[in-house]
Structure formats: structure tokens, C-alpha cells
């Protein structure tokens, strides 16, 4: 047993309304630059749809993660080195501008230069990268709340199993949101497709960056991701990734699409893995089993065993404490509500989801059974107008079973409390069934109905012995991607004034920018 320590993400779909708030807050702090107009770490997709890029998912055309060879062993399904070589300036597998979106913006001059009339003056769109006016056909959400459907939803990959079954008609429509970042995963499949090793998956806390000085453009990394999650910049040349906001964790903060979410549906803590099951987990040869693979990985904090072994490893003891108290470790592990996106891809994804259950309280009254009554809640969740079988194919590589399950924890959560809090009789059939105490019942409903900001985010800050390391690694004094003299933005770095600058310094510059700025806590 090797523990490691991982930052992870836990988003409840249940709570998400789609206002984008989160992908607003996160361009503005890392791509509002020139070079990245088209780049969105986040993003909050309408499902079903393409998605951004256009079918991402469709690794058939993308060759993203991994797959096994004949021999059962793990390999990028981009293929081999040779392959990566004969092909290393020209990449059949990149997808274009017109995958992503060509970014656009508006003559707005034109409103204000516009010539006395009897005629309102309009604006016309115009790309940001050439500037010509453009007629727009396709952009990072264009099928918001369903637009375009049920032309471009019946192209949702995860729809081509079951396209006899779900009819996009206005009567038995159904969406919900899914936001995406990047799944910073315990087998990286971005790490090892890049050819100049600029990709790199830190240590400490597991968070997959990019070195901005190595990385030589490439874009193998682009390909290689099956989330599309690795960008590349075409004024600086380099490639560009969701950070999981890497300043702000390690001075105890949450990440900005955290901090900004108006639903209140991400979550943060440590997860503590063994670093020596995660290829044999990532190499299990049935898909469908690898949830529960990567499932197993995992390890109990509450473990003497795993405490001393973590602790010997030279993990913090405040950080085994904080995976002790961790909401993401307790909804993905010991509640099991939480499911990881696409698993078949095998890179072990360390952003996961609960999945929606909102409409089964309409489904239930329009089956004429009691609301309150966590059976007949069972009894309706098969015929959510959100498909399992949908779910199942974005979360478990298309096996119902472990979707089903979560969602009927949810309805006894919802059920039991629901009677609780208005006196009424219930049965515990359904909990007992699912080997549900009553302690369970509510430290679920603690976390995912009432958790305060404490309880949702539990991120132990990086160690005073360690800062100096992390400032000297990441240049934390200076982000690369931030001026014109940035390493990222082609230059050799910002200026020190001519000497070098100390480590107090650094530290300094650090707790001024990231501490001392209001938070916005809610209580």
C-alpha cells in the first residue's frame, strides 16, 4: 500500500440551474487573455447535446484515454510512440476551431457611430480571432436548455444505444446540466500522451498542470484528454488547463467556480488512494466494472492502519484529519451517491457527480402514488423522464445498477426527512433495504441540503515548511499565463527589479493576493 493524497470534486446535478455563473467567474480569472477566447476551463453543458467540443465523448473519433491491447494492458488509444512520431506535425485526431467555437463578439462602434436615421442601427458578429463578421452556427453552449433539439441532441453520444427509446418531442423532453472542469485524474491520460513532458501530476495534492516552459506545443495533451479539457493557446503556443484553481487550495481556499457557484452543488476535500492499485484498477477488462474498481482504490481514513501508512508517506496529519472529515470522500464512498464521468476512459476521473433526481416527485404524483412513501418512490424512479440507461452511460459506462442505487438513496433521503420534519408515519422498509441507518439518512441530508461553506469545503492549506518549494515550483509570484513577460505568454518571465526574490517575499506577494481578498463566505 503506497497512500497518496488527491484533491476532489463532488457536484451535486440536483442543484444545478444552469446560470454560468461559474464559467463566467473562472474566465474571468484565468482566460480573459488574448490567445484564449475560445478556451472555457468550465463549462455547463445542457444534456442531452454535443457538448464542447462537438461529441467530445465519441473516442471512436477522438482517440482519447485508454484502452487494452490484446495482452489486457493499458494503452493510449491514440496509439503508440511511433504512431505519436510519424504524426507530430500533423494530428488526424485534433479537434478544429470549428469543434470548439469560433469566438465571437459584436461591432458594437457601430451603434455609436452610426449615422442619423429613421432606422435603429443593428450589430452584426464578428469572430475575435480575425475579426470578420461571421453568421454563428455553433458555440461552447449552444444548446443551452435544449436549443437546436431534437436536430442536434439526437447527436449526443450517449443517445446512439438508445435512440429507439428516447423521442425528443415536446412531451417527453428532459435535460438537466451537467458543469464540466478538468477531471485532474489519478491516471492521466493528458500526462502521457505529451511528448515534451510538460504535463505533470503533482504529488502533493494531485492536481495535473502544465509546465509552460517545457511544453513545446505539441498538442498531443489536447488529443490525448477524452474530456477535451487541455487547450492549446495560439498566440503563446503552449497548452492550457483548469488549474482546480491550485493558489487558492493551497491557501485553504476553494476554487473560484466553487466559491462563485450560486446552487451551492460543488463540494471539495482530500481522498486518500493507493498510488499501487490505480493501473490495475484502470486496467480492469469489463467497463462496466470499473466503478467499482476505481471504488477500491480508495482508502478509509478512518483506518489506523491507513493513518500510520499515510503519516509514514509523509502526509500531513492535518491532511489525514481533513480526509476524515472530507464530504467528497463520504458522498463517493460511504454513501455511494456520487458517480465519476465516463469511467470507460480509464483514466480514473477524480471529478464526480450525483446524478439528477428532480423530476421523480412529478413522476411520482402522475403515477397516482404518495410522495411521501419512499416504495412508491422506488417504484417510478425506473420511469424518470431521465432515462437510467441515459445516466448510466455518462456515469458507469452504460450499467444501470449503481445509478438506480444512488438515485433510490437520494429518494429515502428525501422521503424520510420530508415525513420527519412534518410529523408524518413512514416506513424504514426502503433504508433497511439499502442497509441505510438512520445516522446515514441524515449526515446525507446534512451534506447535501444544509451543509455550510466549512462542511462543503474541507481543503487543508499547503504546509509553512513547504511554501517555499511550491512558490520556487509553480512561480507562484507571478502567474506564467497573467503578463506579457510571462514565461506563458512567451516572454522569459516577470522582472524581479534586477536581484533575486526571497522566499518572505513570495510569501508575502501570495497572502496579499489570495488572502486577504474578501471570500464571500456564506453562512
Known amino acids: 500500500m503506497r497512500p497518496m493524497a488527491q484533491v476532489c470534486m463532488v457536484m451535486n446535478l440536483d442543484k444545478c440551474i444552469g446560470c454560468h455563473t461559474c464559467s463566467v467567474t473562472c474566465k474571468q480569472t484565468w482566460t480573459n487573455r488574448p490567445g484564449t477566447e475560445y478556451v472555457y476551463f468550465n463549462n455547463v453543458e445542457t444534456k442531452p447535446g454535443l457538448g464542447y467540443p462537438a461529441r467530445y465523448e465519441d473516442q471512436e473519433r477522438w482517440k482519447g484515454g485508454w484502452t487494452l491491447d490484446r495482452k489486457g494492458r493499458l494503452r493510449l488509444r491514440a496509439g503508440s510512440r511511433l504512431r505519436k512520431l510519424l504524426t507530430i506535425f500533423y494530428n488526424p485526431d485534433l479537434p478544429t476551431i470549428e469543434d470548439f467555437h469560433d469566438p465571437f463578439t459584436y461591432d458594437y462602434a457601430r451603434l455609436i457611430t452610426a449615422p ?291 438515485l433510490r438513496r437520494l429518494a429515502v433521503v428525501r422521503s424520510v426527512m420530508r415525513a420527519t420534519q412534518l410529523g408524518l408515519e413512514h416506513r424504514n422498509d426502503a433504508a433497511e433495504e439499502l442497509q441505510m441507518s438512520t445516522a446515514d439518512v441524515e449526515d446525507l441530508f446534512r451534506l447535501l441540503a444544509i451543509a455550510r461553506y466549512e462542511d462543503r469545503y474541507v481543503i487543508p492549506p499547503a504546509h509553512a515548511e513547504d511554501a517555499g518549494r511550491l512558490l520556487a515550483q509553480h512561480a507562484l509570484s507571478g502567474c506564467t499565463l497573467e503578463s506579457e513577460g510571462a514565461p506563458g505568454m512567451g516572454g522569459k518571465g516577470p522582472s524581479t527589479g534586477g536581484g533575486p526574490v526571497s522566499g518572505r517575499d513570495l510569501a508575502g506577494r501570495l497572502h496579499l493576493r489570495l488572502v486577504a481578498e474578501p471570500t464571500g463566505r456564506d453562512q
Open 116 to 406: 442619423p436615421g429613421t432606422k435603429s442601427p443593428s450589430v452584426s458578429a464578428r469572430s475575435a480571432l480575425t475579426g470578420r463578421e461571421l453568421n454563428p452556427r455553433w458555440g461552447a453552449n449552444w444548446e443551452d436548455d435544449l436549443a437546436g433539439a431534437p436536430q442536434r441532441a439526437r447527436s449526443d453520444p450517449n443517445i446512439a444505444t438508445m435512440s429507439e427509446r428516447v423521442l425528443m418531442d415536446f412531451e417527453s423532453v428532459f435535460l438537466f446540466y451537467l458543469p464540466r472542469i478538468c477531471e485532474h485524474c489519478l491516471n492521466p491520460s493528458c500526462v502521457a500522451s505529451c511528448p515534451s513532458g510538460a504535463l505533470y501530476k503533482r504529488s502533493e495534492d494531485g492536481i495535473v498542470l502544465v509546465d509552460q516552459d517545457r511544453c513545446r506545443g505539441w498538442r498531443f495533451c489536447v488529443s490525448g484528454c477524452p474530456y477535451k479539457k487541455v487547450y492549446f493557446n495560439h498566440r503563446t503556443g503552449k497548452a492550457e488547463k483548469c488549474t482546480l484553481c491550485f493558489p487558492r487550495i493551497e491557501a485553504g481556499l476553494p476554487t473560484i467556480c466553487s466559491e462563485t457557484c450560486v446552487g451551492r452543488l460543488r463540494y471539495l476535500g482530500i481522498v486518500l488512494y493507493d498510488a499501487d492499485a490505480v493501473t490495475a484498477a484502470a486496467a480492469t477488462p469489463d467497463p462496466r466494472d470499473l466503478y467499482e474498481a476505481q471504488l477500491s482504490v480508495f482508502l478509509d481514513p478512518e483506518d489506523t492502519a491507513v493513518q500510520s501508512a499515510a503519516e509514514q508517506a509523509g502526509i500531513p496529519h492535518d491532511w489525514v484529519v481533513a480526509a476524515r472529515r472530507s464530504p467528497v470522500y463520504a458522498l463517493i464512498a460511504r454513501h455511494k451517491v456520487a458517480l465519476p464521468l465516463h469511467p470507460e476512459f480509464r483514466t480514473m476521473p477524480m471529478v464526480w457527480y450525483i446524478p439528477p433526481l428532480s423530476p421523480v416527485a412529478d413522476a411520482t404524483a402522475a403515477a397516482g402514488y404518495d410522495a411521501a412513501d419512499p416504495d412508491a418512490v422506488f417504484a417510478t424512479i425506473d420511469a424518470l423522464r431521465i432515462p437510467l440507461q441515459y445516466l448510466a452511460n455518462l456515469f458507469t459506462a452504460g450499467d444501470v445498477a449503481p445509478v438506480r442505487d444512488a
